[in-house]
């Protein structure tokens, strides 16, 4: 038997990606064997994100630093996929000539010929994207598969087209796989021992809608019939978020109570400049329900600063729901022009510094927010799954509650995998401290 090549691929962004490269591995395993060693791999592969300039200017950079390597390895392989290479196609070639390879988020598929293609000397370029795309199913298991938590895309792509996003552009319009093939997966990752599955998709909550097959809820409800013990989803728009989802946080146990929500402005006219199709008043009244039906939800969410024309005004809005809805945790960002998309063509672009001053303030202000959230849960004893050892502190293990707060927690035996209850005893602005009850 000829011994396996090795394979290293470096993920950006956000956990599409991390997925997609899950499924390179599982495409191209057991001829490639994952290495955490670059100088180790036969194959390289950079998965990369376009979401904002700064992500894209990495993958040059990064490039750059194995160009050395493969003058060094004449048969090393080096591929760039994702977004930027669905963004730049056979410019990726001409910019960087040491590139073999540029393949999209559904052309990486194809990677076993395409492989071919480039052992055999081709520079290779693969970037179409279908409509009618079919997201195969992979149950594959690999050995950098994680043992205990999974991702499965139930969705790719996105119709909405928010005036500030590359992703339709380079993600194409949205695609739902059927719900035999996604529970065939989830099924297939119970039977492998996962605990902990989260559903992913640009826009889950517009799961089916376009197929006119089973919506978003029902999926769930399917999906948690296969025994799983804990379910998640990411990402939601609050235009797609309904009352029968909203109640499947009460009715389906193993669904956690935490909701990632992206509101990307306070401002009801910047929601309309971002083409985003809700106001201020409908998303804090969608929350003030979720609120009702289950009040122990945590939420989370994303936010831009600094889009064309943003006023002092309409960032005190922002400021000001941050203050309503009362986040346990946000994600902020400074507004960053795309290609393609329409909002890069407003005037009243801002400039940097105003765009930092914001961000900052946000950060700031929502400190003290996650803080007073966590202290809610002092004295309380709660249910946790433990990822392991913790990165802050090697003496102490960490774990995600349902409501996703990072707990850390001492313990002299390896609880990694094990769902375990905690008793909180401090609370800080991004995570948690407790003690570990014994069972009995
Ligand atoms: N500039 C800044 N942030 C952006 N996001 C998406 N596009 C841009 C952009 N052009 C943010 C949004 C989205 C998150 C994944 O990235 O907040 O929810
Ligand atoms: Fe981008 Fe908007 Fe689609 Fe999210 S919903 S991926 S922000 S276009």
């Given at each position: 038997m000829t011994p396996s090549k090795r394979i290293h691929i470096i993920t950006f962004g956000c956990q599409m990606n991390e997925h997609d490269s899950q499924r390179i591995f599982q495409l191209l395993y057991p001829a490639y064997e994952p290495t955490d060693n670059p100088a180790d791999a036969d194959l390289i592969l950079l998965n990369t994100c376009s979401i904002r300039e700064k992500a894209e200017n990495k993958v040059y950079s990064m490039a750059g630093r194995f160009r050395k390597l493969k003058e060094q390895k004449k048969d090393l392989i080096l591929g760039i996929g994702g977004c930027v290479a669905q963004q730049e196609g056979e410019r990726l070639l001409q910019k960087l000539p040491y590139v073999d390879l540029v393949f999209g988020p559904q052309t990486l598929y194809n990677l076993p010929s395409l492989l071919q293609e480039a052992e055999k000397g081709h520079r290779v370029c693969r970037t179409e994207l279908r409509q009618d795309f079919h997201i195969p199913t992979l149950t594959t298991h690999t050995p950098n598969a994680h043992p205990f938590q999974r991702f499965i895309t139930i969705m790719q792509g996105c119709d909405n087209f928010c005036s500030y996003c590359v992703v339709p552009y380079v993600r194409g319009r949205e695609i739902s796989r059927p719900m035999e093939d996604i529970l065939a997966e989830v099924k297939e990752a119970v039977r492998q021992g996962v605990k902990e599955v989260t559903l992913l998709g640009q826009n889950v909550n517009s799961y089916g809608k376009k197929e006119g097959r089973s919506n978003f809820a029902q999926l769930l409800r399917a999906v948690a019939d296969c025994g799983v013990e804990r379910l998640r989803f990411m990402t939601s728009h609050p235009k797609d978020l309904t009352e029968e989802l909203m109640r499947c946080f009460v009715e389906i146990h193993c669904l956690c109570e935490h909701l990632h929500l992206p509101v990307q402005s306070g401002s009801t006219r910047i929601l309309k400049a971002m083409n985003r199709r809700y106001t201020r008043e409908e998303y804090i009244g969608k929350v003030h329900r979720l609120r009702e039906l289950c009040p122990e939800i945590s939420l989370t969410t994303d936010l831009i600063v600094?889009?064309?024309?943003?006023?002092e005004e309409d960032f005190q809005e922002t400021l000001s729901l941050l203050q309503e809805v009362q986040y346990e945790q946000l994600f902020v960002f400074n507004y960053s022009p795309r290609p393609f998309t329409t909002a890069a063509r407003l005037p009243h672009q801002l400039p940097l510094e105003l765009k930092t001053a914001r961000l900052t303030q946000i950060v700031e202000m929502q400190h003290e927010i996650s803080r007073k959230r966590h202290e809610r849960l002092l004295g309380k004893t709660v249910e946790v799954l433990v990822d392991g050892v913790s990165s802050k502190d090697i003496s102490e293990m960490a774990g995600r509650t349902r409501g996703n707060h990072v707990v850390n927690f001492k313990t002299a035996?390896?609880?990694?995998g094990q769902t375990i209850n905690i008793t909180i005893t401090e609370a800080f602005c991004h995570s948690l401290r407790g003690e570990l009850q014994i069972k009995g």
């Open positions: 600094g889009f064309p024309s943003e006023t035996d390896d609880l990694t």
